[in-house]
Nanobody, 120 residues
Framework: QVQLVESGGGLVQPGGSLRLSCAAS????????MIWYRQAPGKQRELVAT???????NYADSVKGRFTISKDNAKNTMYLQMNSLTPEDTAVYLC??????????????WGQGTQVTVSS
């Protein structure tokens, strides 16, 4: 079993920055892929950024150039540095991980989410 705990959300003014963290703990052999999603009220869940086990990253067009995904393998923690925030970035940000939990066994896990509100 893997637990994912997000932190770092909050209220920020337009143009401001926040850094989200997602810490993975529990029983697993390795993390295969981690993803940040977000969901705004009345909207579908949106993939924000992805980072693979080898460190390859990918971003939604809406956040390219403003957000940076990274990870610290030693701490089993993923980060999302968000700069130049706009009200359109307001959402609950959720962490997802695909973890290797056994020989040829992988499972999906979700965090509880952290609220990001961009408003003046």
């Amino acid at each position: 079993q893997v637990q994912l705990v997000e932190s770092g959300g909050g209220l920020v003014q337009p143009g401001g920055s926040l850094r989200l963290s997602c810490a993975a703990s529990g029983s697993f052999l390795s993390i295969n892929k981690m993803i940040w999603y977000r969901q705004a009220p009345g909207k579908q869940r949106e993939l924000v950024a992805t980072i693979t086990g080898s460190g390859t990253t990918n971003y939604a067009d809406s956040v390219k150039g403003r957000f940076t995904i990274s990870k610290d393998n030693a701490k089993n923690t993923m980060y999302l540095q968000m700069n130049s925030l706009t009200p359109e970035d307001t959402a609950v940000y959720l962490c997802y991980a695909n973890a290797r939990v056994g020989i040829a066994r992988y499972s999906d896990y979700w965090g509880q989410g952290t609220q990001v509100t961009v408003s003046s």
